[in-house]
């Protein structure tokens, strides 16, 4: 029963340390994005196509490190030393983010420190995903990664209101302290709860297809795209929906703490059932995942029309669906496809992410202003309409291929 697999799990020696390094490291980021277009506006003074160019720049950094540390860590890095680099990179680039206030230099640091510390997301789970296959093989896998991020998805529920009331006490610079706090932390964590492991020799040659996009995989290159898609829309969402309540609905800062920490509370549960059903087979994932990306397009749609901030509360319901699937199901579903490589496998997970963030980052500062606030969640919804049509014409074929 996938009941008792879930209590074996759990009950792994090490899995419950990791899901404490998984939660703080989802608190890292759940303090300060929210509240990161709010505070390039309005405290640092960037203009909406300012503020799309820092993130681009952050983004498009953060994207070859990754890429650059894919290539090596599943052969040569160790991964509890590449997590522990990353996560003193984020100690050291949120105590100066904490202090700086030239947009140049806040560049410079967020495309140096703050780049390398996001290769903690791709390396934890790839770390996770090795350490399941030792211990209990890989048939719990989709169901432990649902585990894994609804524990994530927990950090989202306290972040956001906490990091809310923070703001209101001690200023900007008082979430970029706490935050470098949570990376001292997680450092702590990645020391006491990550083993180390030594890379052994590969037993054959290891033909490159192309780690950071999948080339040599059509279909898992079509899917990459089309996440990246779904990644652009979440991205130009979490930009314009802090300014979307605070300046046209007249909503405060906790008002938009409330808004991100409702979808995550749903996210759990969804987490752990939709990995429940994409462990009976590829089909049942492959339909989780198009419910996924039909719910981002009603969602998107829904909020165009909101015409008040409370009504923006019960639509993170919908949210909270499309999120679950994105950041749940199709993790393990790319590590299958690359069973060899996790790391490269997560950081092209991790990669279409990041380029779906780029093209959000581009869209908001090109669009922001001219578009309108409606006009960006139209353009959100139509993302996710492309990106379920790509998954329409393309998952049926991949399902074949795979099985």
Avoid at 120 to 139: I, M, P, T, Y
Avoid at 259 to 271: H, N, T, Y
Avoid at 369 to 382: A, I, K, M, R, V
Wanted: proline content about 4%; some cysteine; overall charge positive.
């Amino acid at each position: 029963m996938r009941l008792t697999g879930g209590r074996r799990v759990l009950l792994q020696p090490s899995f419950l340390g990791l899901l404490a390094t998984n939660f703080v490291l989802g608190l890292t980021s759940a303090f300060i994005l929210p509240f990161v277009s709010l505070w390039a506006t309005r405290d640092i003074g960037m203009s909406s196509f300012g503020l799309g160019v820092f993130m681009t720049l952050n983004g498009l950094a953060a994207i070859g490190v990754s890429t650059w540390i894919a290539r090596g860590s599943d052969s040569h890095f160790s991964r509890r030393a590449l997590l522990m680099l990353g996560a003193a990179a984020g100690v050291l680039g949120n105590l100066a983010y904490a202090h700086v206030r030239n947009a140049y230099a806040l560049t410079l640091i967020g495309s140096t420190l703050l780049a390398l510390a996001t290769i903690n997301f791709a390396q934890l789970f790839a770390h996770v995903r090795e350490e399941l296959g030792r211990e209990s093989g890989d048939a719990d896998v989709p169901f432990s990664m649902g585990v894994l991020r609804a524990c994530y998805a927990l950090a989202w529920t306290v972040g956001p209101p906490s990091s809310a009331l923070i703001l209101g006490r001690f200023g900007y610079p008082g979430i970029f302290l706490a935050t470098a706090a949570l990376y001292l932390i997680f450092l702590g964590c990645v020391h006491r709860f990550v083993k180390r492991r030594p890379r052994a020799a590969p037993s054959e040659p290891r033909v490159q297809t192309g780690p950071s996009w999948g080339l040599g995989q059509p279909w898992l290159l079509a899917h990459a795209v089309a996440f990246a898609l779904m990644f652009a829309a979440f991205t130009l969402k979490g930009l314009n929906l802090p300014l979307f309540l605070t300046e046209q609905l007249g909503g405060t800062e906790r008002g938009v703490g409330a808004a991100f920490a409702i979808s995550p509370v749903f996210e759990m549960a969804f987490m752990l059932w939709f990995g429940h059903i994409a462990a009976k087979g590829r089909r049942q994932e492959r339909g989780v995942i198009l419910l996924g990306a039909l719910a981002a397009v009603v969602y998107f749609a829904a909020l165009s029309c909101v015409e008040a901030a409370w009504q923006v509360y019960p639509l993170q319901v919908l949210n909270a669906v499309a999120v679950a699937v994105t950041t749940s199901v199709a993790i393990p579903f790319f590590q299958d496809l690359m069973p060899r490589q996790p790391g490269a496998a997560t950081s092209l997970y991790s990669n279409a992410l990041r380029v779906g963030s780029l093209v959000g980052f581009i869209s908001f500062g090109a669009l922001a202003g001219s578009s309108g606030h409606t006009g960006l969640f139209l353009l959100c919804s139509g993302l996710s309409a492309v990106t379920l049509g790509i998954l329409l014409v393309a998952g049926s074929r991949s399902t074949r291929a795979f099985e």
